[in-house]
């Protein structure tokens, strides 16, 4: 029986049992990803209580063997898992989301080993991870279904990359051993953590401090923090009071490291800041850009660097295939430069030009959104 006003003795031991004894030996990176981590292993079950949607976790390692699969072992041991191997297209994606919520009920889905070599950026699992209900085609009918989104999804791998939407609706967990061979480590309070949680007492009694921890912040009112996380407020928010109530600092105060992460913005940053450096803010069509960007003759110069944008293929852009790249990102910020599009009225051709942003520029704009 779980305690409904647990006291101290009972709290004590359940975050030293949780905190030290099952997690007290993963190579974490920095404060956050703990943190991070322990709101996500409560989420199935605080769900409930809290409501609304929760973000991706992604559990990123540095190098093989660092644990990350031992971490979503760890949930999946105590709610029920499906794990299954990620795929990049994101049509085989939105099949797979459809056929994982069609056949099965676990509370829990990992996509697992994401490809060093892959982006975490498909728009399907961004629509998916903001989506209550997920909508479909029937495969093999035109019949569209509906299915309630009620899961926590994760991703693995190791040096997770992202783009798109998924920064903004996703959450780090970093593990980093710091050494080489991490997975010959020797000394760990729990041997064989895989074997360990198949034992039926071991999970009862890791359920047990948990819903002690639970319990624990319900009875002092749960206490919420204060996070900016637009789709997610109410978890992020619930999530901040649960950590700090006991004493694991540093939740989502790694965010930025989804920036560094995320190739494509990376690219559009340095995309912009080599335009703003060689024409300011000077409004410009998409085929004088290209033109600019022509490898001098005979000595094949690249003016741009390799900052110009480029297909998928890895190709320069045409005029129109570069307007429509513009166009797409028009009004968005990258670091401290934003791109911006106009009509020239006498040609109605578009015009496209930079923005750049000073520390204190960015700052009031901030402070502006918060007051509103």
């Known amino acids: 029986p779980v305690p409904d006003i647990p006291d101290s003795v009972d709290v004590a031991k359940a975050r030293d049992y949780v905190l030290s004894y099952v997690l007290g ?8 990803s703990l943190a991070n981590y322990l709101a996500l292993l409560f989420t199935p079950m605080l769900r409930p209580f809290i409501g609304g949607l929760a973000p991706l976790g992604a559990v990123s390692a540095v190098a093989p063997g660092s644990g990350k699969t031992l971490l979503t072992d760890i949930i999946g041991s105590l709610y029920g898992l499906s794990s299954r191997p990620w795929v990049n297209s994101d049509e085989e994606l939105r099949k797979a989301v459809t056929a994982l919520l069609r056949s099965s009920s676990d509370p829990v889905v990992t996509f697992d080993n994401v490809d060093e070599f892959d982006q975490i950026d ?9 989506s209550e209900v997920w909508h479909d ?28 939407d998924i920064p903004s609706r996703a959450i780090l967990i970093t593990l980093d051993p710091r050494m080489p061979d991490p997975d010959q480590r020797t000394g760990f309070r729990i041997p064989n953590l895989g074997p360990w949680l198949k034992v039926d007492t071991n999970r009862a009694t890791l359920l047990y401090h948990l819903l002690v921890l639970a319990r624990d912040w319900i009875a002092h009112g749960a206490p919420r923090g204060q996070v900016a996380m637009r789709n997610f407020r109410e978890w992020a928010c619930a999530m901040a009071g649960f950590t700090a109530h006991h004493g694991v600092p540093g939740f989502m105060s790694n965010r930025a490291e989804l920036a560094v992460h995320d190739d494509q913005a990376l690219t559009w940053k340095a995309f912009l800041a080599t335009w703003y450096r060689r024409h300011g803010s000077r409004p410009m069509t998409a085929s004088e850009l290209l033109a600019d960007a022509r490898p001098s003759w005979p000595e094949q110069i690249d003016p741009w660097e390799g900052t110009f944008l480029t297909t998928k293929k890895g190709d320069r852009p045409s005029v129109k295939g570069l307007g429509m790249m513009l166009s797409g990102k028009n009004g968005r910020f990258f670091g401290e430069y934003s791109l911006h599009r106009k009509v020239d009225g006498d040609t109605n051709t578009g015009l496209y030009y930079v923005a750049h942003h000073t520390p204190e520029a960015l700052a009031q704009m901030r402070r502006a959104v918060g007051e509103r």
């Open 137 to 164: 085609r029937e495969l093999g009918t035109s019949n569209q279904i509906g299915m309630p989104n009620d899961r926590l999804w994760l991703a693995t791998g190791n040096n997770l990359r992202f783009g798109g």
């Open 122 to 130: 498909q728009p399907t699992l961004a629509k998916l991870l903001t």
């Open 25 to 32: 030996d993963f190579p974490w990176g920095d404060q956050a």
